[in-house]
């Protein structure tokens, strides 16, 4: 079956149709037999319908010749839908009906007048052109709406090769959003694609022996011969990994389609430049991310990574363009990777919806293989279970998303985000696919930079990523055994978080039958079960955390402790600040500010009281600090002559609305704040501000960003010492709250 077989079954119906119209001596003038859809594509499969329209110039009578005209056409066993209409008719029918607008573009001329033919052709194409702008984001909400039914060509288990998406549709889709002029398509791509599942489909016709798009379990192996491929397993590759790519060229087209339907028409507003830098050397660009001019791929192998997490997070496209020439140009990533490399890639996987697009780029251009070479063992992998409703790689992908809906409920958003990701990679493996992954995930974790603890953690979770689904739903939740199998497992508060997060994700990824409101609260009330056996095992220790090692206080801060130092050491992959003065109600908080004002993104910071002097260390991405322009900066927010809060603007709702949340249970010498959000410029101050307007001291801060989300912990006391009473401490988080809701990003 191939495209010679589809000519030949298109020249015989031609034939037929235009002897029927001959043998019932339809008129040369003034009428026209027209086939339009896959019938005017020349694309008929062995089964396919005939899709024509008689077609006549207004006040011609037709005759018998509009109800005769189709006899012979059945009589021959073809499948016929048929209709008769004036020219006007015709158009007005495309004006108000979208679908029959899409089916007129492939217009062919089969039997009367073909000159009648050419004019309804350069009508219903200029008309398609004159109104593409109006008519386009119509087709496009069509087309959702259709994605939502059929689901995925690539991940869907039972898929339809013309409806599902990626599929023949989408393909006639393209054509029609080319014919608009408004935007163009890898043609060559996209044409080798649309042949090759217009063969699949004659070969499904024809081992099904009717029309049918849709591929059931039991027919891949049937269409491997005739399809000259191996076995089953490389029919489902094949046709996968063809509606991925058709998949990946539409939603480009369609965001690019978005972006010329609402950028201006006017000549002046369509030369307006269209470059904004996002971040260094990576740019914004017709609602795609790019490399500006300033960009040096081959300097910087981290790039890759950030123009990734840019774009998803942004839920904009990272143009396959830019992508492929990061991947071709930028350098090795060191092992392990740098701290930056692992906070860009958590970014990007806890970026929600926004990733699933990003992702697939990323695999389209092979830069996947920079990142994840273990990708390609789960790459279109089916999945066994029919609980499940995507492809083991697309269900990771789909883990990952629901898994940034919960990184609040856990301290480490980084090591769920890793576990979701890598927590179904040893289904590639014929043993229990959990105990074949853990070494892998061990591998890719420790290779990503995470210390042994971390690596630790991540290879649990994917060790053990069933247990709870498992267990809540096979034993007895309120059997202390029970209790006993998973605290044996889990071992730690910390991992049951992790554990429980992972399990949701999955599930809800899998479908909404494996997340059921049964399944959940089964769940849940084995993990509070058994939290409360780990809570009255546990060991705790109330006093704040104390650096490892203090510093060396400077001999002109000794002798007068009004004054402020500020040190600056290069790391790796950033710069270690050290701001060291007497203490005082206040210091944290201007010492954040001078972050904040200069648009120095903070990644962790230790803050303690030694002796007299307040200490801080903060860790940030910038290697290039210069130590006497943030002395000179704090030194203005310190005498007054500088407001931060003048310097931050433009307030912007973040994904992640605040959290505060007080924890009694933390410190039995302070009052402990937990404060989860957005990673963004100016938390750590507005937090610290809005403690020293209370009057309020932080003795201890333990401040980290664990990819989007900040983690900070902050031990707080009143100035004379001592814990904060009930109704301080609810003050100081409402203050808190307060301060974070109204959120603000830098001025540009």
């Not at 399809?227 to 094949?238: E, F, K």
């Not at 990708?375 to 990771?396: C, G, K």
């Not at 709702?653 to 505060?660: I, Q």
């Not at 989007?708 to 004379?720: G, H, K, S």
Request: hydrophobic share 45%; with cysteine.
């Amino acid at each position: 079956m191939n495209a010679h077989d589809r000519q030949r079954r298109t020249a015989a119906a031609d034939e037929l149709c235009a002897k029927a119209y001959a043998d019932l001596g339809g008129p040369d003038v003034g009428v026209a037999l027209v086939a339009v859809g896959g019938y005017g594509r020349a694309e008929l499969a062995p089964y396919s319908d005939l899709d024509v329209v008689l077609v006549h110039d207004e006040g011609v009578d037709l005759g018998e010749l509009a109800e005769k005209l189709w006899y012979p056409l059945w009589d021959s066993g073809n499948n016929i839908d048929h209709s008769v209409r004036s020219l006007p008719e015709t158009i007005a029918a495309a004006e108000a009906d979208l679908r029959v607008a899409l089916g007129m573009l492939d217009a062919r001329h089969l039997a009367g007048d073909p000159n009648l033919t050419l004019r309804l052709r350069t009508n219903m194409l200029g008309g398609w052109r004159r109104e593409a702008r109006r008519r386009l984001p119509e087709m496009h909400e069509l087309v959702k709406a259709r994605h939502d039914i059929m689901g995925e060509l690539a991940h869907v288990s039972i898929p339809d090769l013309k409806e599902a998406e990626g599929g023949l549709r989408d393909a006639t889709a393209l054509k029609a959003l080319v014919a608009s002029w408004l935007v163009d398509v890898p043609h060559v791509e996209v044409e080798r694609c649309r042949q090759a599942l217009l063969d699949t489909r004659d070969v499904l016709h024809a081992v099904a022996g009717r029309a049918t798009d849709r591929i059931n379990p039991e027919m891949w192996a049937q269409l491997a011969e005739p399809l000259g491929l191996a076995d089953a397993g490389a029919v489902q590759s094949h046709v996968r990994e063809l509606g991925r790519r058709m998949t990946h060229i539409a939603r480009l087209t369609w965001h690019r389609v978005d972006q010329v339907v609402a950028r201006p028409t006017s000549l002046r507003g369509a030369r307006r430049p269209d470059l904004r830098t996002v971040a260094p050397g990576i740019a914004l660009s017709s609602g795609e991310i790019v490399l500006d001019a300033t960009a040096k791929p081959a300097n910087d192998p981290i790039m890759l990574l950030r123009a990734a997490a840019e774009a998803a997070e942004r839920g904009v496209p990272l143009a396959p363009t830019t992508a492929a020439r990061l991947a071709r140009l930028c350098p090795e990533m060191p092992v392990p990777w740098p701290e930056e490399a692992r906070h860009q890639l958590v970014r990007l996987l806890a970026a929600g919806r926004g990733l699933l697009p990003v992702w697939e780029t990323l695999e389209e251009t092979r830069a996947l293989d920079r990142i994840l070479p273990e990708w390609e063992l789960i790459r279109s992998l089916p999945h066994a279970s029919i609980i499940h409703r995507f492809t083991v790689d697309r269900h990771v992908v789909e883990t990952c998303i629901e898994a940034s809906e919960l990184i609040r409920k856990v301290a480490r958003p980084d090591v769920l985000m890793v576990a979701a990701l890598l927590h179904d990679i040893g289904k590639c493996d014929t043993m229990e696919h959990s105990v074949a992954g853990e070494p892998i995930a061990r591998e890719v974790a420790a290779r990503w930079g995470f210390d042994g603890d971390e690596v630790d953690l991540v290879g649990n979770l994917v060790r053990w990523h069933l247990l709870l689904a498992e267990t809540a739903t096979t034993r007895d939740p309120d059997d202390p055994a029970t209790v006993q199998l998973i605290v044996d497992r889990v071992k730690t508060q910390e991992m049951l978080s992790l554990l429980t997060a992972l399990t949701e994700a999955d599930a809800k990824a899998a479908s909404p039958k494996a997340w059921s409101t049964w399944r959940a609260r089964l769940v849940r009330h084995l993990a509070n079960r058994t939290l409360a056996a780990l809570v009255a095992q546990a060991t705790h220790s109330s006093a704040p955390k104390v650096p490892e090692q203090w510093v060396q206080i400077p001999r002109e801060i000794g002798d007068n402790p009004s004054k402020v130092h500020v040190g600056v050491d290069r790391t790796a992959d950033g710069s270690r600040v050290t701001v060291i003065s007497g203490d005082r109600v206040g210091l944290l908080a201007d010492a954040a500010a001078m972050f904040a004002v200069q648009r120095t993104s903070v990644r962790a910071a230790k803050v303690w009281t030694q002796d007299l002097y307040g200490v801080s260390v903060w860790d940030t991405d910038e290697q290039h600090l210069d130590a006497a322009v943030l002395r000179t900066r704090l030194a203005s927010i310190v005498e007054g002559r500088l407001d931060a809060r003048e310097r931050l603007s433009r307030p912007r709702p973040g994904r992640l609305e605040p959290r505060v949340k007080i924890r009694p249970e933390a410190s039995s010498t302070a009052t402990v704040l937990e404060i989860r959000m957005d990673d963004r410029p100016g938390v750590v101050y507005l937090v610290c501000a809005a403690l020293a307007f209370l009057g309020l001291s932080v003795r201890s801060a333990h401040v980290s960003t664990l990819g989007p989300q900040a983690v900070d912990v902050f031990y707080v006391q009143e100035v004379d010492g001592g814990v904060l009473t009930p109704d301080r401490a609810d003050q100081a988080a409402h203050a808190v709250r307060e301060a974070l809701v109204r959120t603000v990003t830098l001025e540009a």
